[in-house]
């Protein structure tokens, strides 16, 4: 008796349409998750080469800017190396004489306010 209704069962509800999935579609569906995955992968992989690809530029625009500032450096230490020795050779060549020499010693006289200087 048990197996005259496992029987029916089977003839009712044949295994293959209860517990066989439709392979077609889950290979379609595999396809096309695979697919979006793909192209998401790659779109995120385009921006990230867009992104290095940018930073590569700055970075190369960065070190020809700083290596025009370093020789703006250069130049300034230069100049200011030679005003230093300048300097230094200015006092040298006055050192031997006194710091009061070098003012005035004489004021000169006021001009006198005459109506023809005034006009």
Not at 8 to 19: G, K, N, T
Not at 41 to 59: C, F, I, K, P, W
Not at 96 to 105: D, Q
């Amino acid at each position: 008796m048990v197996k005259a209704s496992i029987q029916s069962l089977r003839e009712d509800y044949p295994v293959d349409v209860i517990f066989q999935p439709d392979i077609r579609q889950i290979r379609a569906n595999f396809a096309d998750q695979l697919s979006r995955a793909t192209n998401r992968y790659d779109r995120q992989n385009t921006l990230l080469l867009e992104g290095v690809h940018q930073m590569s530029a700055r970075s190369v625009a960065v070190k020809q800017q700083t290596g025009e500032v370093n020789q703006q450096l250069d130049i300034v230490q230069e100049e200011v190396r030679l005003s230093r020795q300048h300097i230094e050779q200015v006092k040298k060549k006055f050192a031997p004489y006194p710091i009061a020499s070098f003012t005035i010693m004489f004021k000169p006289p006021p001009l006198p306010l005459t109506p023809s200087s005034v006009a």
